[in-house]
T-cell receptor
Framework: QKEVEQNSGPLSVPEGAIASLNCTYSDRVSQSFFWYRQYSGKSPELIMSIYSNGDKEDGRFTAQLNKASQYVSLLIRDSQPSDSATYLCAVNHKAAGNKLTFGGGTRVLVKP | DTGVSQDPRHKITKRGQNVTFRCDPISEHNRLYWYRQTLGQGPEFLTYFQNEAQLEKSRLLSDRFSAERPKGSFSTLEIQRTEQGDSAMYLC????????????FGDGTRLSIL
């Protein structure tokens, strides 16, 4: 079992719709969670961080964390063609030296 | 805040040659990380520094790989006797020195082994 798992996609959504991305992790002591966006050929760009159970909203993005279920999700509201990218889920915990463990990413395609 | 800077952006070399990459972190950040990413995969952790101290190395980091951060500012990653399997994007990230801080990535160095 991979430490961080994501559906590879592609997740195809029409412009203006909500894109819902999921991520599960295996290490119960994981303590911080991040979503990165990566355009093809580019480096990961941080879009959200979440540390506590519940929802965190930032503009069109909402991150949701459920530590009991070891599950973190990202919602993208009013999806735009510019949101077409790979979204990487990353987790870390202090005991792992603060390194990030990444999922394989979910590719999102927003169709006009 | 000028962001994390990596040099070179691309490196093409023949198998068996040595290569060195440089990373300049965000100036206020005292933690610096190296990751490797291959096509279709998420980045994989290689090593990290707090100031000049190298605190953790992945088992992925064979003896051919070495990283330094001599003055706690920029870092170098050297790969000796490159192999085909070393072809990847090498990413550097930096963060503040307290736990759970987000890591910010540079543009990466894409290494191609001929």
């Amino acid at each position: 079992q991979k430490e961080v798992e994501q559906n590879s996609g592609p997740l195809s959504v029409p412009e203006g719709a909500i894109a819902s991305l999921n991520c599960t992790y295996s290490d119960r002591v994981s303590q911080s969670f991040f979503w990165y966006r990566q355009y093809s050929g580019k480096s990961p760009e941080l879009i959200m961080s979440i540390y506590s159970n519940g929802d965190k909203e930032d503009g069109r993005f909402t991150a949701q964390l459920n530590k009991a279920s070891q599950y973190v999700s990202l919602l993208i509201r009013d999806s735009q063609p510019s949101d077409s990218a790979t979204y990487l889920c990353a987790v870390n915990h202090k005991a792992a030296g603060n390194k990030l463990t990444f999922g394989g990413g979910t590719r999102v395609l927003v169709k006009p | 805040d000028t962001g994390v800077s990596q040099d070179p952006r691309h490196k093409i070399t023949k198998r068996g040659q040595n290569v060195t990459f440089r990373c300049d972190p965000i100036s206020e950040h005292n933690r610096l990380y190296w990751y490797r990413q291959t096509l279709g995969q998420g980045p994989e952790f290689l090593t990290y520094f707090q100031n000049e101290a190298q605190l953790e190395k992945s088992r992925l980091l064979s003896d051919r790989f070495s990283a330094e951060r001599p003055k706690g500012s920029f870092s170098t990653l050297e790969i000796q006797r490159t192999e085909q399997g070393d072809s990847a994007m090498y990413l550097c990230a930096s963060s503040f020195g307290t736990d759970y801080q987000p890591q910010h990535f540079g543009d990466g160095t894409r290494l191609s082994i001929l």
